[in-house]
């Protein structure tokens, strides 16, 4: 007798088995899409929490909000929810029922705002990009990059594992990331930026009050002094290089450990110039105050085309 059939009815038994967990597998998984508009008054706060995922914001010319998402999700999972209270518009997007679930939780934002609105957005995996808002933001999240462009209010952005590109922002702008770099263009108030293991970049801002620091990354400054403006710049592991207009006036209060001074302007140094020791060295008039300090880096002060 053979053992063929045996072996076919066998096969044959098992196959629905199979197919039948394969289809168990896929029916805890669906798509969920979302779509609400909440006519919202002056003076509303958009609140997004605990995102995963990507968000974008952009305006638009109605006094509403449009908070579209889509994301695959354990049916367990709480309905994402937008909900209108004391001028605050509060978004979530559900919770796991357990720990393991909160992978498959990623769910992406696409919002329509008015521009005069104000922005909190927190999350962990959440990259952030951001266009034409005029009122305050603050996005914080763990890992993502955050993107501000065309913003009109103040700003507070941190990341630990995302680089942070802001363009415009007035009044208090403040940016922070440890694995990423930061870069800061055509903003004006007090600036604040810091990193641990990236750069940080200014160009073309007219601050108040400049506070840069990055412990093993470069700062880069290009565009005119303020008059009145203060500027600190400091470095442990990297290079400080500014290039200004070479009218300008300002006086360099510069402290170096172990890296040389490069410039190609005429700037004239007071007092000892030897390594470790702060040194004052004057350009033009000496109106603008400018600190430097950097242990193992250099310092370049040079001319707008870096010559």
């Known amino acids: 007798m053979s053992i063929l059939p045996v072996l076919v009815l066998v096969v044959a038994m098992q196959d629905p088995a199979v197919a039948q967990d394969d289809t168990r597998q896929t029916s805890r998984f669906q798509r969920q899409e979302f779509n609400q508009t909440v006519t919202v008054p002056k003076g509303t706060r958009v609140d997004l929490r605990d995102c995963i995922g990507d968000v974008v914001v952009k305006t638009w010319n109605r006094e509403a909000v449009q908070v579209r998402a889509s994301g695959s999700?354990?049916?367990?999972?709480?309905d994402i929810k937008a909900v209108l209270a004391d001028k605050v518009l509060t978004i979530t997007q559900g919770?796991?029922?357990s720990q393991?679930?909160?992978d498959m939780l990623t769910v992406?934002?696409?919002l329509l705002v008015p521009a005069w609105v104000e922005l909190q957005i927190e999350g962990r995996e959440c990259g952030v990009e951001v266009d034409g808002v005029a009122g305050n933001i603050t996005v914080k999240n763990s890992d993502g990059d955050i993107s501000l462009r065309g913003v009109g209010g103040t700003v507070e952005a941190s990341s630990i594992d995302g680089s942070i590109e802001i363009n415009g922002g007035k009044g208090r702008?403040?940016?922070?990331?440890s694995d990423g770099d930061v870069t800061i263009t055509n903003a004006s108030g007090d600036i604040q930026a810091e990193s641990i293991d990236g750069d940080v970049i200014l160009q073309d801002?007219?601050?108040l009050s400049v506070d840069v620091s990055t412990v093993d990354g470069d700062v880069m400054f290009s565009g005119p002094f303020q008059a009145t403006s203060k500027y600190r710049f400091s470095s442990h592991d990297g290079d400080i290089m500014l290039n200004i207009p070479e009218n300008s006036s300002a006086t360099f209060t510069i402290r170096r450990?172990?890296?040389?001074?490069?410039?190609?302007?005429p700037l004239k140094a007071t007092g000892d110039v030897r390594s470790g020791r702060r040194v004052t060295y004057t350009l033009g008039g000496g109106v603008t105050q400018v600190e430097i300090e950097t242990f193992d880096g250099d310092v370049y002060i040079r001319k707008?085309?870096?010559?």
């Open 173 to 177: 702008i403040r940016a922070s990331s």
């Open 95 to 97: 919770t796991a029922p």
């Open 73 to 78: 999700r354990r049916t367990s999972a709480t």
């Open 257 to 265: 450990f172990q890296g040389e001074l490069h410039t190609t302007l």
């Open 304 to 307: 707008p085309d870096g010559k």
């Open 108 to 110: 992406d934002f696409e």
């Open 100 to 102: 393991r679930d909160t």
């Open 205 to 207: 801002v007219q601050p």
